[in-house]
């Protein structure tokens, strides 16, 4: 079973769902609208539109027949979250790598001046 953060990485993955986000981010819009600038079906852009709400990233609302669709930042904030989680990690852990290389150059260093011979010979 996909986490909500899977759902998230799988909808942003994609080109035209990214566009469809962007241009929700300026208001809510009707399905119609957002499918005109795309060279696909209808029923294209439907499916791309199921992916986002899986992901909770638009909320649908009707209208009659009407179907407006809105942008919900909360998966994006959870998924920037997370990977900000995991540069902290990865920064300790190569910041900790570093210091470790630095430490084992600078004890082959000593080594090479106490038996007198230098790198490269």
Do not use: C, Y
Not at 60 to 79: I, T, W
Not at 86 to 94: C, D, G, N
């Amino acid at each position: 079973m996909q986490s909500a953060l899977d759902h998230t990485l799988t909808a942003l993955a994609d080109p035209t769902r990214r566009a469809i986000l962007q241009r929700l981010s300026s208001g809510e819009a009707r399905v119609t609208d957002l499918a005109q600038p795309f060279d696909m079906s209808l029923n294209a852009v439907s499916k791309h539109i199921r992916m986002l709400e899986r992901a909770r990233l638009v909320h649908r609302r009707r209208e009659g027949r009407e179907h407006f669709l809105s942008f919900n930042p909360k998966p994006l904030d959870e998924a920037a979250a997370w990977i900000e989680k995991q540069r902290a990690l990865w920064t300790a852990r190569l910041d900790t790598l570093e210091a470790l290389l630095q430490a084992e150059d600078r004890a082959a260093a000593q080594t090479r001046k106490k038996s007198g011979t230098r790198r490269g010979h």
